[in-house]
């Protein structure tokens, strides 16, 4: 009798205790459910059209998104393979509040046979989602930060991100809420403002947001002919005459930590075990310690991944640099001296001399 009386208070309770767990999971979910409904909506456009030599993946889009994913509904649009009435379907499909549009290039970068990509993009991406919606877009992108108050002007856009976008972009929409002048906001370019340069927001280490590109767009078409980039660092020390990273990126180094970049690789390595990475900093082996360390934790988790960049100093080439690159998976470096001249390479403001350069042409053919 005792024992019936307290199984039967047993399973009061046990059922009490069900349905106030499953009650509170419930109203979880649904908590979940109304934030994500009432998150502004951002779309980001990769306007990316060039496919030669091979077409780059979005990374800088993919940083944002993720700086953004917490506090916003973010959806990335890959133009790169797309057409302008998908676009148009897509965009009244979401309606976002606000549009982020991402200008890497302007130009093909070939004084002969220069090629505009702006016109393209002007008329594919821009005009047509002017004339179908009024919704606020936003440029940003390493080829807008060249030149923002001119591309603005030309898109006839209010507003614009110069250089790294993840801060800014996010201060800039919080200031359409709080009517906060976006002139007052480091890294914000306003069609009628003053002409702005680019303010390094941090210096030291670099912390980014795990990219997960191929979580944002589908990487499907990047497979076969391109890779996966990885950022290393951001800055540049170098004085180079024609270079336009400096004014980018800022002219003095923020490493992102070690660890942190080969677990990236690791992660994207386990989703796509035949992917080839590609180093995008625009010098890998600077400084030299730096990118040794890179290849060290490669080696010391015995990762088997393929690796390439183009980004390799002619100047800090070293026997144990090549050998520890080589050891960590690097099948492809692109090392670009522009010429081997003493008297061009001064006035071009290079690190190295030609002795320095033949120098580094046995090293790696050893």
């Known amino acids: 009798m005792v024992f019936h009386i307290g199984f039967k208070i047993y399973w009061l309770f046990y059922s009490w205790f069900i349905i106030v767990y499953f009650f509170f999971i419930d109203l979880g979910r649904n908590s979940i459910l109304v934030n994500h409904r009432l998150m502004k909506k951002i779309l980001l456009i990769n306007s990316n059209l060039e496919n030669i030599p091979y077409p780059v993946a979005p990374l800088g889009l993919a940083l944002l998104a993720s700086s953004l994913k917490d506090e916003y509904h973010v959806h990335v649009f890959d133009f790169a393979f797309n057409s302008t009435e998908n676009l148009i379907d897509f965009t009244r499909d979401f ?42 877009i936003i440029l940003g992108g390493s080829g807008f930060s060249i030149a923002p108050k001119e591309l603005l002007e030309f898109f006839s856009i209010e507003y614009g991100i110069i250089g790294e976008g993840e801060k800014p972009f996010k201060e800039l929409l919080q200031s359409f809420d709080s009517n906060i002048n976006p002139d007052l906001i480091d890294n914000v370019q306003t069609r009628n403002g003053s002409v702005k340069r680019f303010i390094v927001p941090d210096k030291g280490s670099l912390f980014l947001p795990k990219a997960n590109v191929d979580s944002f767009i589908d990487f499907n078409p990047y497979l076969q002919r391109s890779s996966y980039p990885v950022q290393t660092k951001r800055g540049c020390v170098f004085n180079c005459i024609y270079c336009s990273y400096p004014n980018i990126e800022g002219k003095k180094y923020r490493l992102r930590p070690v660890n942190e970049i080969v677990d990236e690789i690791q992660d994207v390595n386990q989703r796509m075990p035949s992917i080839t990475f590609e180093i995008v900093d625009s010098t890998f082996n600077s400084p030299l310690k730096h990118a040794i360390a890179i290849c060290d934790e490669i080696i010391k988790r015995k990762l088997k991944i393929k690796i390439r960049t183009m980004g390799v100093n002619p100047g800090l080439v070293t026997n144990e640099l090549i050998l520890k690159m080589k050891m960590a998976g690097f099948t492809q470096i692109d090392c670009t001296p522009e010429t081997a001249s003493d008297l061009l390479l001064k006035k071009l403001k290079k690190n190295f001399n030609k002795s320095k350069l033949i120098k580094c042409a046995q090293i790696i053919k050893n």
Do not use: A, C, H
């Open 95 to 136: 309606n976002p509040d606000y549009i982020g549009i991402g200008l890497r290039n302007i130009d093909n970068v070939t004084m002969r046979r220069t090629k505009w990509y702006i016109d393209e993009i002007k008329q594919k991406i821009v005009n047509p989602l002017q004339e179908n919606f009024s919704i606020p």
